[in-house]
């Protein structure tokens, strides 16, 4: 509810007046004196100070210097029975929103200015607030990201503090017409310790690797059926965490190429000169995808972490907006 302190050494002009307001929803406070609206300024914020120059005392410029040691962004108008040049430019000097004049036949004039000005203050002083908030949302987000730059120059340590269950037991897919590569390779890497699956064709491999737990598929590129590079489209398309490897007994420059454009982790000639570089290879695409792992997890941590820096800094931005639509 948006207030006003009428401060007017005619009780019966101040409570008039704080009556009309209030009926209008405005929530009112009457002084007659500087000595009187002090405490009632001490002791809350009023959006806009009314004030009358002719005050017993203390005038009311006085008033208002007062008003600003409590608070520097106090709003005032003056409404005055006794007008002057000079008084005038004096209420210009100290920021006045309104130097009006009492006339009893201008109240519709009175109570419009009175409460155009009091919109302008609520929504000048919102925007200060919530200007005063980016700022702080700012320095959180500085702060935040100095953090992150502290973890993210020990990351390897981070890292390796993170066991990303997913990886573990490391499971891949031989899909190879040839059984015998089938049966090297999955003998190679169950004596790695990883779990091994075998399939003869794209359209068997495709079903095993719709059942999900897969990390890792070796694929020749001519398949019957569904070919190698069909089977990696389809992996990256709707698996995209499952690394693929190409495999090849007829390599060309060129099916190398589109293979890696696919997405291939690697593309592998056989028959295998050395099953040690086979080896070597997964174990990078290993390392590679368990970094990825840990690396998600960990700016997972970082986002749940800021989520509620987010959200305030979403909803500034919201009211920000709404305020510029008003304005």
Do not use: C
């Amino acid at each position: 509810m948006q207030s006003l302190l009428f401060v007017d050494p005619d009780p019966k002009f101040a409570s008039s007046l704080a009556e009309l307001f209030a009926g209008r929803g405005f929530e009112t406070a009457t002084a007659l004196s500087a000595e009187d609206a002090r405490p009632l300024l001490a002791a809350r914020r009023f959006d806009l100070l009314l004030t009358e120059l002719q005050l017993p005392s203390a005038s009311g410029f006085e008033l208002v210097r007062d008003a600003r040691t409590l608070d520097p962004n106090q709003a005032f108008a003056v409404l005055t029975g006794s007008e002057s040049f000079w008084s005038a430019l004096e209420a210009i000097r100290l920021g006045a929103r309104e130097y009006l004049v009492k006339h009893l036949d201008r109240v519709d004039f009175l109570v419009e200015s009175i409460e155009r000005v009091v919109g302008r203050v609520v929504v000048e002083r919102e925007s200060r607030e919530i200007l005063s908030g980016v700022t702080t949302v700012h320095d959180e987000l500085l702060m935040s990201l100095v953090h992150l730059e502290r973890e993210n120059n020990t990351l390897s340590e981070k890292l390796g503090e993170l066991q990303p269950r997913t990886l573990e037991p490391y499971r891949i897919l031989i899909v190879d017409d040839e059984v015998l590569v089938g049966e090297v390779l999955q003998t190679l890497f169950i004596d790695a310790g990883f779990e091994v699956e075998t399939a003869v064709s794209g359209e068997l491999a495709m079903a095993r690797i719709d059942q999900g737990g897969l990390h890792l598929v070796l694929a020749d590129k001519n398949l019957p059926g569904i070919s190698g590079l069909d089977l990696i489209r389809y992996v990256k398309d709707v698996h995209p965490h499952i690394e693929v490897v190409m495999m090849t007994g007829f390599a060309s420059l060129e099916s190398a190429i589109e293979a890696l454009e696919l997405g291939a982790a690697a593309y592998l000639l056989k028959p295998f000169e050395d099953l040690t570089e086979v080896m070597r290879k997964v174990g990078d695409i290993r390392r590679k995808q368990e970094f990825r792992a840990r690396a998600t997890d960990f700016l997972d941590r970082f986002k749940t972490r800021n989520r509620a820096f987010i959200e305030k800094y979403e909803g500034l931005r919201r009211r920000l907006f709404e305020l510029n639509a008003l304005g």
